[in-house]
Protein backbone atom coordinates (compact mmCIF):
# COMPACT_ATOMS: atom_id res chain seq x y z
CA UNK A 1 0.00 0.00 0.00
CA UNK A 2 1.01 3.95 -0.64
CA UNK A 3 0.27 6.27 1.24
CA UNK A 4 -0.04 9.79 -0.25
CA UNK A 5 0.37 13.73 1.47
CA UNK A 6 -0.19 16.62 0.17
CA UNK A 7 2.38 19.17 -0.67
CA UNK A 8 1.63 22.68 0.26
CA UNK A 9 3.00 25.72 0.24
CA UNK A 10 5.67 24.38 -2.57
CA UNK A 11 8.29 21.14 -3.37
CA UNK A 12 9.07 19.34 -0.29
CA UNK A 13 13.08 17.86 0.18
CA UNK A 14 13.73 15.24 2.08
CA UNK A 15 15.83 15.15 5.26
CA UNK A 16 19.39 14.20 3.57
CA UNK A 17 18.15 17.61 1.15
CA UNK A 18 21.04 20.35 0.25
CA UNK A 19 17.58 22.51 -1.20
CA UNK A 20 18.85 25.84 -0.81
CA UNK A 21 15.61 28.25 0.80
CA UNK A 22 15.85 30.53 -2.15
CA UNK A 23 15.37 27.11 -4.53
CA UNK A 24 12.44 26.04 -2.39
CA UNK A 25 10.39 29.94 -2.33
CA UNK A 26 10.80 29.58 -6.24
CA UNK A 27 8.62 26.32 -6.01
CA UNK A 28 5.38 28.26 -3.79
CA UNK A 29 4.26 30.37 -6.20
CA UNK A 30 3.04 26.97 -8.22
CA UNK A 31 0.94 26.11 -4.66
CA UNK A 32 0.89 28.59 -3.14
CA UNK A 33 -0.91 27.99 0.63
CA UNK A 34 -2.39 30.22 3.20
CA UNK A 35 -0.62 28.73 6.74
CA UNK A 36 -1.66 31.43 9.02
CA UNK A 37 -4.01 34.57 8.97
CA UNK A 38 -5.36 36.91 11.71
CA UNK A 39 -8.33 39.28 11.40
CA UNK A 40 -8.15 43.23 12.91
CA UNK A 41 -9.47 46.34 12.19
CA UNK A 42 -8.27 48.22 9.36
CA UNK A 43 -7.97 51.18 10.64
CA UNK A 44 -4.63 49.61 12.42
CA UNK A 45 -3.01 49.68 9.19
CA UNK A 46 -3.55 53.94 9.12
CA UNK A 47 -0.79 55.07 11.93
CA UNK A 48 2.07 57.22 10.98
CA UNK A 49 4.20 54.79 12.22
CA UNK A 50 7.51 54.52 10.29
CA UNK A 51 6.34 51.44 8.27
CA UNK A 52 3.00 52.78 7.25
CA UNK A 53 2.10 56.99 6.72
CA UNK A 54 4.86 58.27 8.21
CA UNK A 55 4.65 61.84 5.92
CA UNK A 56 0.24 61.85 5.75
CA UNK A 57 -0.67 65.26 8.57
CA UNK A 58 -4.16 63.92 7.51
CA UNK A 59 -4.24 60.22 8.44
CA UNK A 60 -6.11 60.62 11.47
CA UNK A 61 -9.08 62.22 9.85
CA UNK A 62 -8.53 59.25 7.14
CA UNK A 63 -9.05 56.68 9.92
CA UNK A 64 -11.76 58.82 11.62
CA UNK A 65 -13.99 58.98 7.94
CA UNK A 66 -13.04 54.98 7.07
CA UNK A 67 -14.68 53.96 10.70
CA UNK A 68 -17.42 56.77 10.08
CA UNK A 69 -18.31 54.53 6.72
CA UNK A 70 -17.79 51.04 8.22
CA UNK A 71 -20.18 52.17 11.10
CA UNK A 72 -22.69 54.13 8.49
CA UNK A 73 -22.87 50.83 6.28
CA UNK A 74 -23.43 48.17 9.73
CA UNK A 75 -26.46 50.59 10.37
CA UNK A 76 -28.13 49.98 7.10
CA UNK A 77 -27.66 46.65 6.95
CA UNK A 78 -31.04 44.78 7.43
CA UNK A 79 -31.38 42.22 10.79
CA UNK A 80 -31.24 38.42 9.77
Known amino acids: SRSLSPILGGATF ?6 KLLDWVSTVEKNPVITRFTVGAISSLLTNGPNRFPQDPN ?3 KVFLILQTIVN ?4 MKPF
Open 14 to 19: GINSTQ
Open 59 to 61: IET
Open 73 to 76: NINK
